[in-house]
């Protein structure tokens, strides 16, 4: 009843390797001249990466997996858009506490780069009441949790309601995690689909 859906799509390695070497070629331009990150702290670059010709083939991924979802869904829509796209990179110690994309229908993620320690992503169940009344449970079940956690890996692009609260733990790891994020919306929203309801 009401499924909560997250989309994971791994990209085949042939695939991702070309994808990465271009995406991080930009990233490293746009870093030259950022100071190295300290434990604890991240750092995300604007929000116009969709724009750029070195993010074109993710951008192709990304829009065939949202028509996909979109089509699963039984979504009637003109067309849809990236309204936004970034990268973030947390260093040992960084994490992302729980938050959502309003204004958007589709967010997703693509990882460029986990490790050990910094290879999960938590997605908060969306009924806010069942937070009212919660007893101990005697075992952690799919229908008793309130967050689930999904490993992903170098290549792994993830599709989610924009309305599902997320977060990432702390990087236990030495290295870097390093991910683009993304928001997608119908263009024409406010003329095609959100009349009124009266
Ligand atoms: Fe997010």
Redesign the pocket.
Known sequence: MFPTLVWKIQLKAEVHEAIDAKIFAALAAMRRNAPGLAPGQGWQSNQTLHELEEFRDLISCINNAAKSVLKFLRVGYDAFEITGCWANVLAKGAA?KP???PNNFL?G?YYLRTHPGTDTINFHDPRNQTGIIRPPVVELTAENTDQVVVTVKNGTLLIFPSYLQ?SVDANTSGEERISI?FNIMFSSFTEKLSKPLW
């Open positions: 992302h938050h959502s994309h967010s993620v997320h994020s």
